[in-house]
């Protein structure tokens, strides 16, 4: 090679690195320049994902406003099946639930049935024979003689058994009151032969007091009539002799005064006439006297004496009617005693004939079995063969259609928006129904109270169509439904946010004011602005006009990474079902407990001492539990969506009051006004 050569090669050597320099140069010029230019587009970039990530800019938007229930599915038009046998007893038979049973049958009666004969005669599936005691209460209306079954009648023959449970020894007890009544019986016969005897008794009774009534009058007629008559005319015919006497021996005394003076008779003759007319005066003299007694004294004492006699068998009379009238309200009383009895124990054993019956449960018509699912406040054992139940215990239902409806319990805090006649989306396993809201009850729910702190209301809600298949949708499953409240479009849009821009700010030192916190984009600062909620879900409320204008940056709450947080489990799918109305957007996420530096920063800004250090960690973790409480208590719906940032107000006003006192004046101060700043930027 040549000095020239190499000389051109040397230049070209040297301008070819001269150029590769410029190129260079260049090259990391416009590096760097770009660099500066990414760098700010970069930063721009970071800046609008923080203003993004921090706020939520305000726009009106439809609004599909619903609540979020779960219930459970029962049929519509059923038929309860209880237990009425007295006591608690055990199932031996149950039916398969979902069978499709039969009800009653009608029998006309043939020549030489009996009732044992006919039941045993529709025996059921199982080989069983129709119960003879539920035959009888099926026919309990019609006047059968069931000894002696008339020809032609026709009676009703019970439908499937549907269930049997122990009848507790109650054929025992059938007999020995069959006894009981054959015994009350036989005392209802001997009280009816008893008041016999007693009526025969007293007739005869009678009879006589009534005889010696009549003797008495007889003996008073007699007395009156002849017997005190002829005493007074005996006496007076005597007298009248006694006074013939007197005039004969007067007589006799004069002829043989004459005689003795003649001679011819004695002086004692004499004085026997003489005193033969002494005797017959002194007899006048006495009869007369008895006379003068008889009608003064023995007359009256006599009619006196017939008189009582008289009255004494009149009251006889009464006396007698008297005792006979109560010897046969005492017989005819042991009757009805009887009869009383008979009847109470002829009751007891169609009551032991009614239990018996009872023991046994047949399908009352052509349904679908569908076993009984109790509450839980119920406490009482799901039902299956074996299982112990009492009396009134609900066993089976009986579903006649395919009609459902669900049963709700609305908790308190979610009543307010329902009304009667809201449409809703019911999902049943992957089965998506329209439903209706039909029902919802003005006070608390009984069953529910004392089973949890929160208050439930029932409800119900029909489902509004039977296009399903019946083998997906059976009664006691758990289904969730979401009801239709509002639906915001067009004209009837308002301001739409997450429900973590709304908070609560303390206006005064037990008032809570609800709101939002602003950006001011030229003064970089926040402003607070009260706000009233309209609506509000899950996820958004919607506020009322005036109070945030459309564009404005509203500050999220420390939940801003939960933006699209659901605190209750929504219906999916809801738009393959329309209810004419727009289906809300569905994105499930979990609630985020709000984090920062603060709770970590406050050792050294406050400088807090080893004790304040522990103590604050308690108060700390107090609120974190009372956070997660509110987020729970708020996903359960005890706590209004509108109420949740008042109660975190409460929840923080009460960490400052515990941490005043363990700080001192100026650390307390600096903790005022940390947390003001962190609650202006919208964090803890």
């Not at 032991?352 to 449960?361: D, G, N, W």
């Amino acid at each position: 090679m040549s000095d020239k050569s190499a000389s051109a090669t040397s230049r070209s050597s040297k301008g070819g690195f001269a150029v590769g320099k410029l190129v260079m140069l260049l090259v990391v010029a416009g590096l760097i320049g770009g660099g500066v230019y990414g760098a700010r587009y970069l930063l721009d970039q970071k800046e609008e994902e923080r203003l993004e990530n921090k706020y939520e800019t305000a726009k009106r938007e439809d609004f599909l406003v619903t609540v979020k229930l779960n219930g459970t599915l029962i049929s519509e038009d059923t038929r309860l099946m209880k237990n009425d046998l007295e006591g608690y007893t055990t199932i031996r038979y149950l039916v398969e639930e979902g069978a499709r049973v039969k009800g009653p049958q009608h029998y006309t009666v043939k020549k030489g049935d009996t009732l044992e004969s006919i039941a045993k005669a529709h025996e059921d599936e199982q080989g069983m024979a129709k119960d003879i005691y539920n035959i009888r209460l099926m026919n309990e209306d019609k006047e059968i003689d069931w000894d002696n079954l008339p020809e032609g009648i026709s009676i009703e023959i019970p439908g499937a058994l549907l269930v049997e449970m122990d009848p507790q020894k109650l054929e025992e007890r059938i007999n020995s009151q069959e006894i009981a009544v054959s015994e009350a019986r036989k005392m209802l016969s001997r009280a009816e032969g008893g008041l016999e005897s007693k009526q025969l008794t007293a007739d005869l009774s009678l009879k006589r007091v009534e005889n010696a009534l009549q003797n008495a009058e007889l003996d008073l007629n007699k007395t009156i009539n002849s017997t005190i008559k002829v005493y007074v005319k005996a006496l007076e015919g005597t007298i009248a002799i006694d006074e013939k006497s007197v005039a004969l021996a007067e007589k006799n005394l004069k002829a043989y005064t004459e005689l003795a003076k003649l001679g011819f008779v004695s002086d004692v003759k004499v004085k026997e006439e003489e005193l033969k007319r002494i005797r017959a005066q002194h007899a006048i003299e006495m009869n007369k006297a008895e006379k003068e007694a008889y009608l003064k004294f023995d007359k009256i004492s006599m009619l006196s004496a017939k008189r009582l006699a008289v009255e004494e068998a009149i009251v006889n009379i009464k006396k007698t009617k008297v005792e006979n009238t109560a010897d046969l309200r005492d017989a005819n009383s042991t009757i009805n005693t009887a009869k009383k009895v008979l009847d109470n124990q002829i009751e007891k054993l169609s009551d032991l004939k009614e239990q018996m019956a009872f023991s046994r449960v047949y399908a009352p018509e052509d349904d679908t079995v569908i076993y009984y699912a109790p509450k839980h406040w119920e406490k009482v054992e799901p039902i299956a063969h074996g299982s112990n139940v009492r009396n009134g215990q609900r066993l089976i239902k009986l579903r006649k259609t395919k009609k459902f409806k669900v049963d709700l319990s609305i908790p308190q805090a979610r009543r307010a928006p329902l009304r009667i006649g809201q449409k809703a989306w019911v999902k049943v396993e992957q089965l998506l129904l329209p439903g209706t809201l039909k029902f919802i009850s003005k006070d608390v729910d009984s069953n529910r109270r004392g089973h949890s702190e929160k208050s439930y209301f029932r409800g119900e809600l029909t489902i509004d169509t039977d296009d399903f298949p019946e083998a997906e949708v059976s009664e006691g499953m758990q289904v969730r439904v979401e009801i239709q409240v509002v639906n915001l479009t067009g004209d009837a849009q308002l301001i739409k946010l997450p429900n973590q821009c709304v908070t609560a700010k303390m206006i005064s030192e037990d008032t809570a004011q609800t709101g939002c916190f602003i950006f001011n984009r030229e003064t970089g600062e926040h402003e607070w602005r009260p706000v009233e909620v309209m609506y509000s879900d899950e996820k958004h409320i919607a506020i009322a006009d005036g109070a945030i204008q459309e564009g404005e940056l509203v500050l999220l709450s420390p939940l801003s990474e939960a933006k699209n947080l659901n605190l209750e489990e929504a219906v999916t799918g809801k738009g393959n079902l329309d209810l004419n109305a727009t289906q809300p957007d569905e994105a499930e996420s979990k609630p985020a407990v709000p984090e920062g530096k603060w709770p970590d920063e406050a050792a050294k800004i406050l400088q807090l001492n080893e004790e304040q250090k522990l103590k604050w960690i308690a108060a700390d973790a107090k609120v974190k539990e009372g956070y997660g409480k509110i987020v729970a208590k708020m996903k359960s719906g005890e706590i209004p969506r509108e109420k949740g940032p008042t109660e975190f107000a409460k929840l923080f006003k009460a960490h400052g009051r515990e941490v005043k006192q363990f700080l001192t004046a100026e650390q307390f101060k600096t903790y005022e006004k940390k947390q003001a700043e962190r609650f202006k930027r919208g964090g803890r």
